[in-house]
């Protein structure tokens, strides 16, 4: 992964991902390597700017919402610098006014301070069922067990991903993960570890053999073939297209049909336009 594994819990990341940090950007000119916070004008263009032009100004913002629009179609995320704003006011009718919530972040964070000296999985356990029973976001209550398996790959339990807990939850019947019994809601937790750690190998196993039985199709092929590309490139994704296919593999769209019919691909979508095909 990208990111460090303390990223998530450091307070930069954790007001991130709850929505209280702030992200700055500086604006780069059209020189790579070098970053400023506007692009440098000639003394005549300077002499020009400092008189204010109503139409400049229109075709600069009709530019921007173009730039943003072919970088969404490119899948290109534009960083805009930030700037201060005030916080919306909450409705009423959607929102608690009474709850809490940095209050709430402050206690939870405060809990995993002290859970440092625990075992990993104890810890997580205490972690999960404090953020159920404290409740710091009225509106994200999935983002717990997402820091709770972040601060697994903090400790190590975990090296290259996240503990998909809420798979191993569904398994654990909802009358112990929600029991009065405090011991019987931890043990509940630690089996849901348990689940989520068997079924991430069963999956694992499930690609591998895919990877196994595509590769046979590669045997006898040319070294330049691209089958091998496409068959590491569809077990790193859930789902892909041809548009994928085509801009990952650098072929045309009818090389990327063709590739897609010698692996025999399943196609998920059913239908005859903007399919994707995924190993299922």
Do not use: C
């Not at 939870?108 to 625990?118: H, I």
């Not at 499930?206 to 196994?212: D, H, I, M, S």
């Amino acid at each position: 992964m990208a990111t460090p594994p303390t990223g998530a819990l450091a307070r930069e990341g954790f007001l991130a991902l709850t929505g209280r940090g702030r992200r700055a950007a500086p604006v780069k000119n059209s020189r790579e390597g070098e970053g400023a916070l506007a692009p440098e004008l000639d003394p005549d263009e300077a002499i020009e700017a400092e008189e204010p032009d109503s139409l400049a100004e229109e075709f600069a913002a009709i530019d921007a919402v173009l730039a943003r629009s072919s970088a969404v179609l490119e899948g290109v995320a534009v960083e805009r610098p930030s700037q201060p704003q005030a916080a919306p006011e909450r409705d009423p009718l959607v929102y608690d006014l009474d709850w809490d919530e940095p209050a709430r972040l402050d206690e939870w964070r405060a809990m995993l301070g002290r859970m440092a000296d625990l075992p990993p999985v104890l810890a997580a356990a205490m972690l999960s069922d404090a953020w159920e029973d404290i409740s710091p976001l009225q509106h994200q209550p999935w983002l717990g067990t997402l820091l709770v398996a972040a601060m697994l790959r903090q400790r190590r339990k975990t090296t290259a991903h996240l503990l998909a807990l809420n798979s191993g939850l569904r398994v654990i019947g909802r009358e112990r993960r929600r029991h009065r019994d405090r011991t019987i809601r931890l043990l509940a937790f630690i089996d849901a570890f348990t689940e989520a750690a068997a079924l991430g190998l069963k999956e694992h196993d499930r690609l591998a053999l895919a990877r196994e039985q595509m590769l046979r199709r590669t045997r006898n092929r040319r070294g330049n073939s691209k089958l091998p590309q496409l068959i590491d490139y569809v077990l790193s994704r859930p789902l892909v297209s041809s548009a994928m296919i085509e801009k990952e593999l650098k072929v045309t769209a009818r090389g990327a049909l063709n590739l897609v019919g010698e692996l025999n691909l399943r196609e998920v979508t059913g239908r005859g336009r903007y399919r994707a095909w995924g190993i299922v």
